[in-house]
């Protein structure tokens, strides 16, 4: 996996009480329990970590975490 992934994992790890061994690339965030305020929060930390900015639609309870560490990549390198 990219470093984007590895650093979205790490914040899910240290922001939100998962255990990285527990996530899939797979794993969508209604499958970890992520509520709409989870992820908000998430999106908030992703953007600060990232520098870049991310919608609801490409940061959703459908969204599994490839998705959203493919979005935040594509968007670091259009930066």
């Known amino acids: 996996m990219s470093n984007v992934?590895?650093?979205?994992?790490?914040l899910l790890t240290e922001g939100f009480g998962l255990e990285a061994d527990e996530l899939n690339p797979d794993d969508?965030?209604?499958?970890?329990?992520?509520?709409s305020l989870a992820l908000v929060e998430l999106?908030?930390?992703a953007?600060?970590?990232?520098?870049?900015?991310?919608?609801n639609d490409e940061v959703g309870p459908d969204s599994t975490l490839a998705q959203a560490a493919?979005?935040?990549?594509?968007?670091?390198?259009?930066v």
């Open 5 to 10: 992934y590895d650093r979205l994992v790490k």
């Open 70 to 78: 493919q979005v935040i990549e594509q968007k670091t390198v259009a």
């Open 43 to 45: 999106t908030v930390a």
């Open 28 to 35: 969508t965030f209604g499958h970890l329990e992520m509520d």
């Open 47 to 55: 953007e600060e970590e990232f520098g870049v900015a991310l919608t």
